[in-house]
């Protein structure tokens, strides 16, 4: 077995072997706080002493402290090099920045994990891992205990913060398989957990979905607070389906009806790297959007490039309106407008953003499309889905937004004239 610098093995008067630290000669004549000692006959203990206490102290007084300021890099083949070797990698990259802040916690929380022998999960060596070992650290993670106000122990299931991180942790290892083939093991001990979304005997907890009139509602309400940005975003995130990170963090105003292609809009998803062209019209020329179409004019009128939707409010510090999303991809500060203008609408409190395309989706389900035309919409990828080619999506894209329409104005019609039709959103802001 390999020892690290300046330990050494020996046999001991009881036939056995044992483990002693011994610094060099002129170390010793030249002062060194570091003594000789023995480390005992267990080889793991010995080698943990040795590299992480008895080695950078001595390098520490060598360097004269210099190396007390650089990190110490991993041991190569543990689960901390893994990580190394992920982030290194250009699919690491190819993340976006959301899920790589989620990733990073994962991955520190099963590596910081401190196991019974008190050594941290990260510093093991990945060979020696097993699936009892991987689903015994996740059963630890999964529950965590603390004392409250009173002193009394208390435990509380985390139970979506430790499934993600073993997705983090085995997306991290099949990475790492592919880059260093021959270090990491083929088995991936973090596939096939058999991970559970809730406990067992516990609730389906059901997305909060928005309705079109609470829509309505709260577009009424956000330009009665003057956040006509949100009120927009809001009727965009409906029809379009967007996540709230594409709509206020890719979004820009040149992708809406460019010279090159002046009856579509481009679409990116950010989650999974996708781009699609939305139709805006149909064969007969005829607008599929028409209230979402005269707000984005009139905002293309007025925002020259950049991201489209920004704060209607000016900033102290920029004299002109700052993106809603920060440099971060942080969306709290839109969040808590969001939340007031629920509040001042008068709509559920457990409603958000994202209830607005739940909504969407809703309403494209109760049109009767077709998976296949819920699909091309939300660009969900499926592995039974047949490739899509571009001349069949934009037949989907109009019949779904067709269907939608009618369904909508079905709706309306049923609602005997209690809920006001968008229309007159759009008609009273072009009076304003």
């Known amino acids: 077995m390999k020892l690290p610098r300046y330990c050494r093995q020996k046999s001991l008067k009881n036939g056995r072997r044992g483990y002693f630290f011994e610094p060099p000669t002129w170390a010793r004549n030249e002062g060194c706080p570091v003594r000789a000692e023995a480390l005992g006959e267990d080889y793991a203990t010995a080698l943990n002493r040795t590299k992480n206490i008895l080695l950078p102290a001595f390098d520490s007084w060598r360097s004269g402290g210099l190396t ?5 890099s991993p041991v190569p083949g ?13 699919r690491w990259r190819e993340i976006d920045f959301k899920t790589q802040r989620s990733y990073d916690q994962g991955l520190a929380l099963f590596a910081n ?38 002193g009394n122990i208390v435990k509380r299931e985390r139970r979506r913060f430790a499934n993600a991180a073993m997705t983090a942790c085995r997306r991290a290892w099949f990475v790492g398989q592919r ?83 002046p009856n579509s809009v481009r679409i990116m998803h950010p989650k999974n790297g996708e781009e699609a062209w939305w139709p805006l019209v149909d064969e007969n020329s005829v607008l599929l959007f028409p209230e979402l179409m005269a707000e984005l004019d009139a905002l293309k009128d007025s925002v020259a490039s ?70 091309a919409a939300g660009r969900h990828r499926s592995r039974l889905q047949l490739p899509t080619y571009a001349k069949r999506t934009r037949k989907q894209l109009i019949v779904a937004a067709k269907k939608r329409r009618e369904e909508r104005a079905r709706t309306t019609l049923l609602s005997e004239g209690v809920l006001a039709p968008h229309s007159s959103i759009v008609s009273s802001n072009r009076h304003a």
């Open 306 to 375: 950049g991201l489209a939707f920004r704060r209607d409010h000016a900033h102290r510090r920029s004299p002109t309106p700052l993106p809603w999303i920060t440099e971060r991809k942080d969306l709290r500060y839109l969040r808590h407008v969001v939340k007031k203008i629920i509040i001042a609408a008068g709509l559920r409190n457990e409603l958000s953003f994202t209830s607005f395309r739940h909504g969407g989706f809703t309403e494209g389900a109760d049109s009767d499309l077709t998976d296949a035309e819920l699909r």
């Open 78 to 90: 543990t689960f901390d090099w893994l990580v190394g070797v992920f982030k290194a990698n250009h």
């Open 113 to 150: 994990h401190e196991l019974n022998d008190g050594s941290r999960a990260g510093s093991k060596q990945i060979a020696d891992f097993s699936k009892a070992f991987v689903d015994a650290v996740y059963a630890n993670l999964l529950v965590v205990q603390y004392k409250d106000a009173d």
């Open 179 to 261: 880059a260093q083939e021959t270090k990491v093991p083929a088995i991936n001990p973090f596939s096939r957990m058999g991970l559970k979304s809730r406990a067992p005997g516990q609730a389906l907890r059901e997305t909060p979905t928005a309705t079109w009139e609470e829509l309505v509602a709260f577009r009424q309400a956000a330009e009665r607070l003057g956040y006509h940005s949100i009120a927009t975003a809001a009727l965009l995130t409906w029809e379009w389906l967007q996540r709230e990170e594409h709509i206020f963090g890719v979004f820009e105003i040149e992708h809406y009806r460019p010279k090159e292609r």
């Open 68 to 72: 007390d300021m650089v990190p110490a």
